[in-house]
């Protein structure tokens, strides 16, 4: 492939994604190049600010409709949401010829501070590591965060390490790992200007 064909693929990387089970009803638009505007309904509140930190972070326009049975509890809407952004994803990058393929990003906010690094491997892994220190934020189950990046993870087909370094404040730990996570996606999805529009790996194909 030459470098303008890879520029060519690189272009239009958006997806719509439409994922419907007997728990959940979930429609995601995706551009990977966008600016950060992000139109979010998952009757899920805070999983809808956490949603919005990756869109502004990564750059990404995102449109995400979930509705699902939270009069149970939220378990099956963040799990699937995170299914469908990792279909959408996949969707969105192709082959992911001509891209950087790496990303990773330290944030803190306040006193925590997050590390994400990911690698677009095509091949689905979570190593999720540190404790929250509260069962609830609000009304949202923090063992559910773990469960949003694996669903992600797995139908993205990505590599992901995920780590609160530190922190006290539950709410904090949780929204900068989400911003560590939208700016190591960023960085993996730009444009290698020195990759000649080829597949980042010596195999061909992620």
């Known amino acids: 492939m030459t470098e303008q064909q890879g520029l060519a693929a690189m272009t239009n990387r958006t997806s719509q994604i439409e994922r419907t089970t007997g728990e ?6 995706l551009n990977l190049d966008g600016d950060g505007q992000c139109e979010l309904d998952c009757g899920v ?18 449109q995400v409709r979930a509705s699902g ?15 469908a952004l990792g ?9 992911k010829s001509g891209v950087v393929r790496y990303g990773c990003a330290y944030v803190p906010l306040d006193e925590a501070l997050s590390r994400a690094v990911i690698d677009l491997s ?24 773990e469960e949003f990046f694996r669903g992600l993870t797995n139908h993205a087909a990505v590599t992901a390490h995920l780590d609160l370094l530190r922190g006290t404040n ?29 597949v980042p790996s010596t195999k061909g194909a992620l």
């Open 122 to 145: 095509g091949r689905p892994g979570l190593v999720f590591y540190g404790t929250i220190p509260r069962e609830r934020i609000g009304t949202f189950d923090t063992e559910l965060v």
């Open 170 to 198: 539950a709410h904090h730990m949780v929204e900068c790992l989400f911003k560590a996570f939208g700016r190591a996606l960023r960085q993996a999805v730009e444009a290698d200007s020195r990759a000649g529009g080829q």
């Open 69 to 83: 049975d939270t009069h149970i509890d939220d378990h099956h809407t963040v799990e699937d949401v995170g299914i």
């Open 45 to 62: 509140p805070f999983l809808e600010h956490m949603l919005a930190q990756v869109a502004r972070h990564g750059s990404l326009d995102l």
């Open 87 to 95: 279909q959408a994803l996949a969707a969105a990058w192709g082959d």
């Open 24 to 29: 959940t009803s979930i429609r995601i638009e």
